[in-house]
């Protein structure tokens, strides 16, 4: 890129940022969309039953039939069909998940009812404690111990290093791990969802990625890295900083220790596969290869239905749809109920803040986009840009690909109205 305008540089490092998720005010975030070839909607929300739905350039087609499919005809009872469908699965892999329909309160000591609840699951309410149990519950469910013979004193033990390594920050910690950990599992595990394109060597790789994409994230960006000239982006050469810090740190931690090895038993071309996908997969968490991402996606989807049989002959296909889950599972959180997807938002501006004011004290120039965060309007018109220019596209082709998941698309449509609602009000 070194033929770009400084401006556009800064623009484009600013929209990698957005890894840190749900904040970007809407003139950037269109510009950011707009430098990507994004096709951006007007600036005003319509309401929920007139919002008309625009995904990314070469998308729209695909985006079209979600809304017009998926999303507009999904009725509530289709949904408890989907929900109540113990769907069979032709590669001996254990029966999936029949979400649980009724809110989950409260963990119950040795019920699984925390980690096959539905996307209703309140992880913020959970100690970090349960949050491990539920962890090594998800991995449970598909057996992976059993299948590649990983001990399961070590992946417990590797989960709780984690957890270990997850540092108390606002936003990034270990509370954000497992709700990426658990949408990524959701995404695999409905009716109609992803597993059913994948192997199971796949679906290992997809959580496996989840879990550790963020670990010892220092609560700020990449480009905080860059421009306060840390080790780690002399290191990494300025590139993808933190999403390389995260996968070495996880490989770090097997080879130093035989007990946390989740990968001991893997040999040759399995382990090579294993390593590579885990580390594309976690790379492509940095926000600076979204709109490539979802171009690609977006040619997939434009083909629904999928063939499924040409997906699982397909090793690309496979690994675009792996790199996909887990980012959109890292972005999630605009899709969850209002009342769960609130507080995300007010950590992310909390983290935003605390760089905000790292930057200041260390003299360097200050990221706008974090800026005024205490503001309520400046909060909410963040919120309003990021949906609107990355998870609205990401839930749309999720939902055709994906049909279990139709309902993230519909309540992100709902937060998007919402945080519209609050801007046009505190515009008066």
């Known amino acids: 890129m070194e033929w770009l305008p400084r401006k556009i540089i800064l623009l484009m490092v600013t929209a990698a940022f957005v890894a840190l998720n749900s904040s970007l005010s809407p003139s950037t975030a269109e510009m950011a969309g707009s430098s990507a070839g994004a096709h951006q909607q007007s600036s005003t929300t319509q309401p929920d039953e007139n919002?008309?739905?625009?995904?990314?350039?070469?998308?729209?087609?695909?985006?079209?039939?979600?809304v017009n499919g998926?999303?507009?005809?999904?009725?509530?009872?289709?949904?408890?069909?989907?929900?109540?469908?113990?769907?069979?699965?032709?590669?001996?892999?254990?029966?999936?998940?029949?979400?649980?329909?009724?809110?989950?309160?409260?963990?119950?000591?040795?019920?699984?009812?925390?980690?096959?609840s539905w996307w209703e699951f309140d992880i913020l309410q959970q100690s970090k404690e349960d949050l491990v149990d539920i962890i090594e519950q998800l991995f449970a469910h598909y057996k992976f111990c059993e299948k590649f013979d990983i001990p399961d004193t070590t992946l417990r033990n590797f989960i709780v290093a984690v957890q270990e390594h997850m540092p108390d920050n606002p936003y990034h910690n270990f509370h954000h791990v497992a709700s990426v950990v658990h949408f990524s599992f959701?995404?695999?595990?409905?009716?109609?969802?992803?597993?059913?394109?994948?192997?199971?060597?796949?679906?290992?790789?997809?959580?496996?990625?989840a879990l550790i994409h963020d670990l010892n994230h220092p609560g700020n960006d990449n480009a905080f890295e860059v421009k306060s000239q840390s080790q780690l982006a002399l290191k990494y050469n300025n590139v993808s900083v933190l999403?390389?810090?995260?996968?070495?740190?996880?490989?770090?931690?097997?080879?130093?220790?035989?007990?946390?090895?989740?990968?001991?038993?893997?040999?040759?071309?399995?382990?090579?596969?294993?390593?590579?996908?885990?580390r594309d997969a976690v790379l492509y968490t940095d926000m600076s290869k979204h709109f490539e991402l979802l171009n690609k996606v977006g040619h997939l989807a434009d083909k629904v239905p999928v063939n499924r049989t040409m997906i699982e002959e397909d090793e690309a296909a496979r690994q675009l749809l792996i790199k996909f889950i887990v980012h959109v599972s890292d972005i999630s959180n605009p899709g969850l109920p209002f009342e769960l997807h609130s507080p995300w938002s007010h950590r992310i501006s909390d983290e935003f803040s605390q760089q905000v004011n790292k930057e200041r004290q260390r003299g360097l120039e200050v990221t706008?986009?974090?800026?005024?965060?205490?503001?309520?309007?400046?909060?909410?018109?963040?919120?309003v840009g990021f949906i609107r220019t990355f998870a609205l596209p990401c839930f749309e082709i999720m939902a055709l690909l994906f049909p279990g998941t139709s309902s993230i698309l519909k309540d992100c449509v709902h937060n998007a109205n919402i945080w519209q609602g609050i801007v046009d009000h505190l515009s008066i």
């Open 51 to 66: 919002f008309e739905i625009h995904s990314s350039a070469q998308q729209e087609t695909a985006a079209q039939r979600a």
């Open 70 to 116: 998926s999303y507009n005809d999904h009725s509530e009872q289709d949904e408890k069909n989907c929900r109540a469908e113990t769907a069979s699965d032709n590669r001996s892999r254990s029966t999936r998940i029949e979400p649980q329909s009724s809110e989950i309160n409260h963990i119950e000591e040795s019920s699984s009812a925390a980690w096959n």
């Open 186 to 209: 959701l995404t695999l595990s409905v009716c109609d969802g992803a597993d059913r394109y994948l192997t199971d060597r796949d679906v290992f790789i997809v959580l496996f990625s």
């Open 243 to 278: 999403e390389n810090y995260s996968i070495d740190s996880a490989f770090e931690l097997m080879d130093e220790d035989m007990a946390l090895n989740v990968f001991q038993n893997f040999v040759g071309d399995d382990l090579e596969y294993i390593k590579n996908s885990v």
């Open 368 to 383: 706008a986009m974090m800026d005024g965060m205490d503001n309520e309007f400046t909060k909410a018109s963040a919120q």
